[in-house]
């Protein structure tokens, strides 16, 4: 399969703070929907990302295959932040999810006080592929 030329803007223009971007990532065709175990290791990263603050997330959806993002940077841009997450690239094909926890080194700071988001979990059993 060939896929179009990417077209990038500067690589500042990514830092921006008034910038709002949506970020997909998608799970390898090989691997399809993601496991039960994935999808929590997953949406536990995103709310851990949420509070160690470096992008300011407005919402996030994880779906079987895929997961939205919408978000501005906060204390680090958004290649970076897309950097970060792609060493937990093994992770979309179907091995182990590290994070780490708010407040710890990785983070870098505190966590922030930030409202809360819904970790309601996404009901799989009713639908069929």
Same mark, same amino acid.
């Given at each position: 399969?060939?896929?179009?030329?990417?077209?990038r803007?500067?690589?500042?223009?990514?830092?921006?703070? %008034?910038?709002?971007?949506?970020l997909? $990532?998608?799970s390898?065709?090989?691997v399809?929907?993601?496991?039960?175990? &994935? !999808?929590?290791?997953?949406?536990g990263?995103?709310?851990?990302e949420r %509070?160690?603050?470096r992008v300011e997330? $407005?919402?996030a959806?994880?779906?079987?295959?895929?997961?939205?993002?919408l &978000? !501005?940077?906060?204390?680090?841009?958004?290649?970076?932040f897309v950097?970060?997450?792609?060493?937990?690239?093994r992770a979309?094909?179907?091995?182990?999810?590290?994070?780490?926890?708010?407040?710890? !080194?990785?983070?870098g700071?505190?966590?922030?006080?930030?409202?809360?988001?819904?970790?309601?979990?996404w009901?799989?059993?009713?639908r069929t592929r």
């Open positions: 399969m060939r896929f179009p030329k990417k077209i803007r500067p690589l500042d223009h990514y830092a921006e703070r %008034e910038l709002r971007f949506h997909v $990532f998608n390898h065709p090989e399809g929907a993601f496991a039960e175990t &994935l !999808r929590d290791a997953i949406w990263a995103v709310l851990i %509070e160690c603050g997330l $407005f919402a959806c994880l779906m079987p295959d895929h997961l939205h993002l &978000l !501005r940077p906060d204390s680090a841009d958004v290649i970076r950097n970060a997450g792609s060493r937990g690239q979309w094909r179907g091995t182990t999810v590290t994070v780490a926890a708010p407040g710890s !080194r990785a983070c700071t505190a966590p922030s006080a930030r409202p809360p988001i819904s970790t309601a979990p009901n799989t059993s009713s």
